[in-house]
């Protein structure tokens, strides 16, 4: 097969991959504030979708709406609908502990547990009772912290706090911590932003494996490394969503104006 | 681009680039200009002029280039600043091989000089030029404009280089044929005719570059061909 049949074949794959979550006509409110309008957006499976765009743009609050963390904020209300699979994830119905086991978080400062390493990565698994024994906690912790890239660094000291990690390594552990429960959807708010080149290097390698298992959505202030780690990229800007594209489409040569002065660094 | 950088300094960069290849453009057509004048004329001073002038070309295309990868690294451009960045190396490399050709013209010069090239044929060579000088100064223009439109009518019209380039090298052949005397220097003009010829490719080859930098896509379609001289190796009539 010519190199041009190749892409082409790959780019029809890219176009057949099936969505993980579709939101439709997604609004946030803040109280009297509107953040989010109608914000139509579909996740792929096993697809690393990034959101960016300049801070307020909403971004973070479309990421939050789909594991329901904005019902934590008083006077936080979402319209429209986001599915996972099938499932209306607003619908009274949800449970949304399950939903959050489901589609789990990292956030933008690494927050592990004031326990062990051990503590940290199996606390999950045992509310969610997905563990019976030992052995099968050991065996998930061990999973988890492979899967985050940390099981080499760490292994022999899983009794020791978690907060005495450095920050890259606290980062991965709380990547641990989410991968842990086997949720389906990975959100990621700013991952790397506290994080040196070398730990979001490996942060990045780890969201890269990750793929195969997971679906995940990041939100990154950095262009390049939405354009590193993502196959699709959305475009917020003034709580609109501007333009969803091609990773490789979006940071060469984009459609919208306003995506081309965001990712270019120039006055929009 | 109708928005400046936040950094201004980037914009300065992009600034030098621009003049930089600006320069280089001048400076290129100016030596084919001047090294076709000299095969004409049989001025070995101004062919002098020319050879020695490809060393200013040659340095500023490496400073070009240097400095391209010195924003690149810095600045980490997207979208169409890293395609500018991009075409700008592109387009220095391809005034670059201009200058060169017009270099091996100019060296020529010698050879060919004393022999008496027929008029006939440096009328042609002349048109070749012009033809060619044309096309790269559209093509400068062009670039100066980022007329996608503009560069795209540039590369249709490259087919009239080919068809004269051809009618030339059949010329040249019949004269070759004539008389045996006439082998060493109309070799020569062959040689120079297809560096005049190669030029029109170069300023092809930059209004592709310019249309990718402006649009972000390949301009469409095969590039029109009227270069039969691959074909005419046994002229016979």
């Given at each position: 097969m010519s190199e041009a049949a190749v892409e082409k074949a790959l780019d029809q794959k890219m176009n057949t991959v099936p969505l993980k979550m579709i939101g439709k006509d997604v609004s946030v409110y803040y109280g009297e504030k509107?953040?989010?309008?109608?914000?139509?957006?579909?996740?792929?499976?096993?697809?690393?979708?990034?959101?960016?765009?300049?801070?307020?743009?909403?971004?973070?609050?479309?990421?939050?709406?789909?594991?329901?963390?904005?019902?934590?904020?008083?006077?936080?209300?979402?319209?429209?609908?986001?599915?996972?699979?099938?499932?209306?994830?607003?619908?009274?119905s949800i449970d949304v502990v399950?939903?959050?086991?489901?589609?789990?978080?990292?956030?933008?400062?690494?927050?592990?547990?004031?326990?062990?390493?051990?503590?940290?990565?199996?606390y999950g698994p045992r509310i969610h009772g997905l563990a019976r024994t030992k052995a099968d906690f050991d065996e998930i912790v061990e999973t988890s912290l492979q899967k985050a890239g940390l099981w080499n660094e760490v292994k022999d000291r899983l009794q020791e706090p978690g907060t005495g990690l450095s920050g890259g390594q606290q980062q991965r552990l709380c990547?641990?911590?989410?991968?842990?429960?086997?949720?389906?959807?990975?959100?990621?708010?700013?991952?790397?932003?506290?994080?040196?080149?070398?730990?979001?290097?490996?942060?990045?390698?780890?969201?890269?494996?990750?793929r195969a298992n997971f679906t995940i959505v990041i939100v990154t202030h950095s262009m390049q490394q939405a354009a590193r780690v993502s196959q699709r990229t959305a475009m917020f800007h003034l709580g609109?969503?501007?333009?969803?594209?091609?990773?490789?489409?979006?940071f060469t040569n984009p459609d919208d104006q306003r995506t081309q002065d965001y990712i270019m660094g120039r006055f929009g | 681009m109708t928005h400046a950088h936040i950094t201004s300094a980037f914009d300065e960069e992009?600034?030098?680039?621009?003049?930089?290849?600006?320069?280089?453009?001048?400076?290129?057509?100016?030596?084919?200009?001047?090294?076709?004048?000299?095969?004409?004329?049989?001025?070995?001073?101004?062919?002098?002029?020319?050879?020695?002038?490809?060393?200013?070309?040659d340095d500023a295309e490496r400073q070009i280039g240097e400095k391209a990868i010195v924003t690149i690294a810095k600045r980490q451009p997207m979208a169409a600043d890293l395609r500018e960045i991009m075409g700008s190396i592109r387009i220095a490399a391809d005034l670059e091989r201009?200058?060169?050709?017009?270099?091996?013209?100019?060296?020529?010069?010698?050879?060919?000089?004393?022999?008496?090239?027929?008029?006939?044929?440096?009328?042609?060579?002349?048109?070749?030029?012009?033809?060619?000088?044309?096309?790269?100064?559209?093509?400068?223009?062009?670039?100066?404009?980022?007329?996608?439109e503009k560069a795209n009518s540039i590369r249709e019209r490259d087919e009239e280089i080919d068809a004269i380039y051809t009618s030339l090298f059949r010329e040249l052949l019949t004269y070759m044929m004539e008389d045996p005397r006439?082998?060493?220097?109309?070799?020569?003009?062959?040689?120079?005719?297809?560096?005049?010829?190669?030029?029109?490719?170069?300023?092809?080859?930059?209004?592709?570059?310019?249309?990718?930098?402006?649009?972000?896509?390949?301009?469409?379609?095969?590039?029109?061909?009227?270069?039969?001289?691959?074909?005419?190796?046994?002229?016979?009539?």
């Open positions: 509107r953040a989010l309008f109608d914000v139509n957006l579909n996740i792929r499976e096993n697809t690393v979708t990034a959101l960016i765009g300049p801070s307020g743009c909403g971004k973070s609050t479309f990421l939050r709406t789909l594991n329901r963390m904005n019902d934590t904020i008083e006077n936080c209300r979402v319209t429209g609908r986001i599915t996972l699979d099938e499932d209306d994830i607003y619908d009274p399950e939903l959050r086991a489901r589609v789990g978080m990292v956030f933008q400062k690494p927050n592990p547990f004031p326990k062990s390493i051990y503590e940290n990565v199996s990547i641990a911590r989410a991968v842990a429960v086997s949720p389906e959807v990975i959100l990621m708010d700013e991952p790397c932003s506290a994080l040196d080149p070398i730990a979001t290097a490996k942060v990045e390698e780890l969201i890269h494996e990750l609109n969503l501007v333009e969803e594209n091609d990773t490789d489409k979006m | 992009l600034k030098y680039l621009t003049r930089r290849i600006s320069e280089m453009g001048g400076l290129a057509e100016q030596m084919v200009a001047d090294s076709v004048r000299a095969l004409v004329n049989s001025d070995l001073a101004l062919a002098q002029k020319v050879i020695s002038d490809d060393a200013i070309l201009v200058g060169d050709l017009g270099k091996n013209t100019a060296k020529r010069v010698i050879a060919v000089a004393g022999s008496g090239i027929p008029r006939k044929l440096a009328r042609g060579l002349e048109h070749l030029a012009e033809l060619a000088l044309i096309q790269l100064k559209e093509v400068l223009d062009v670039y100066a404009s980022r007329s996608p006439n082998i060493t220097p109309c070799t020569h003009l062959l040689f120079c005719a297809k560096n005049i010829e190669r030029i029109g490719d170069h300023a092809t080859n930059i209004a592709e570059t310019i249309y990718y930098m402006a649009t972000g896509a390949q301009p469409q379609g095969e590039r029109p061909k009227d270069d039969m001289t691959s074909t005419l190796g046994s002229v016979t009539d």
